[in-house]
């Protein structure tokens, strides 16, 4: 069988190549054009419809979702969600599922349907690449300068954007004062109108910057998107059950490497799963039900081994000592993760028979 799949951007196609990923490949460069070959069949990608039209198989790859009623011409759709939740309604996402359509998504939703495939993983695969992770050199750096980083200014007065982030900020603070810092830039006029994504597209800049900011303390706290129960009240809201993590826990199991460690905060649901893939963050050690309770904790076991051990250097040995191999095991799951996916062959059999095993 040969399926063409016809792509517009590496978004549409990254959840489909990260499944193909270990198997032999040709590619065209000039135009954009590679195929994968597995067996008798043969999965071909391409910018033009030209190439895949007497494919046995005709796909569109996009991730736009309002635009599916427009594509004409092909046997069958496949939407893909890497970046971000879904924000439209559950009736929408069925009625183009039911259509004979496909899904494939690092956003859970409320309810099933055998033609929508999530799995959380796929944003931290998508981000790796986009961001340029795969092209960073990581340097132990062992002269700490700060105990515990974060990125987040605390909101003074009202009109609070993200009230659960904030009172975990100020638990924190609260416990370790001058030892938790926020990191911040120097402010200037012009860069209020160059920073902002949504006009120049600068916003990917932020990301691998942080490499430097990470490096200079023990600990940091990852702030997830959404906090520790969103999206967990039923009823009419749609965006019940909808669950997500971004490239802010990439960072977190990405600069494992560089011997750092992490306070990972957001949806308990999503906590529990990357433990449960054997991904490990300092407040893994603390929790049982409460995100919220087990940052406090490694709070708290922070400022213990300060006022044992006196210096944040100090700090870091120990906790090297005691879990310099949990830092180890996440960097080794991560390669075996980006290397191969478990689960590849749901997902081909998914767009080749519509089935899911």
Request: proline fraction near 1%; include cysteine.
């Amino acid at each position: 069988m040969t399926v063409g799949f016809q792509y517009r951007a590496y978004e549409d196609c990254a959840i489909i190549l990260y499944a193909l990923n270990n198997h032999s490949f040709d590619t065209n460069l000039d135009d954009g054009e590679f195929s994968f070959v597995i067996g008798n069949d043969r999965f071909i990608f391409s910018k033009h419809f030209k190439s895949i039209e007497n494919c046995d198989l005709k796909i569109m790859l996009f991730h736009t979702f309002n635009e599916w009623k427009g594509f004409i011409g092909y046997d069958k759709l496949i939407q893909t969600q890497t970046v971000e939740n879904y924000h439209i309604s559950n009736q929408s996402i069925k009625e183009y599922l039911d259509a004979g359509n496909i899904c494939l998504s690092s956003a859970s939703i409320s309810f099933e349907h055998p033609n929508f495939y999530y799995d959380p993983i796929f944003n931290l695969i998508f981000f790796y690449h986009f961001y340029g992770f795969n092209f960073l050199n990581y340097y132990k750096f062992n002269k700490k300068e700060n105990l515990l980083g974060v990125y987040h200014k605390p909101t003074i007065g009202l009109n609070i954007h993200k009230p659960h982030r904030e009172a975990v900020y100020k638990s924190v603070k609260s416990i370790l004062k001058n030892d938790f810092i926020s990191y911040e830039s120097n402010d200037y006029n012009l860069k209020k109108i160059l920073q902002s994504y949504t006009t120049f597209g600068h916003w990917g800049n932020n990301h691998i910057t942080s490499y430097l900011d990470y490096t200079t303390s023990v600990c940091n706290i990852i702030f997830e998107t959404l906090h520790s129960d969103s999206n967990e009240d039923e009823g009419s809201d749609k965006m019940y059950g909808r669950q997500y993590i971004t490239e802010k826990t990439l960072k977190g199991i990405c600069f494992s490497e560089e011997n750092i460690f992490f306070i990972w905060y957001g949806p308990t649901k999503l906590f529990k799963h990357l433990n449960d893939l054997g991904f490990w963050f300092l407040n893994s050690e603390f929790f049982t039900d409460s995100i919220e309770e087990s940052v406090e904790k490694s709070a708290l076991y922070l400022k213990s081994l300060k006022e044992n051990f006196k210096t944040n250097d100090g700090v870091h040995s120990e906790l090297m000592k005691l879990y310099g191999q949990k830092l180890k095991k996440n960097v080794e799951l991560f390669n075996t993760i980006l290397n191969s996916y478990s689960k590849s062959n749901e997902i081909l059999n998914l767009i080749k028979n519509g089935k899911r095993n």
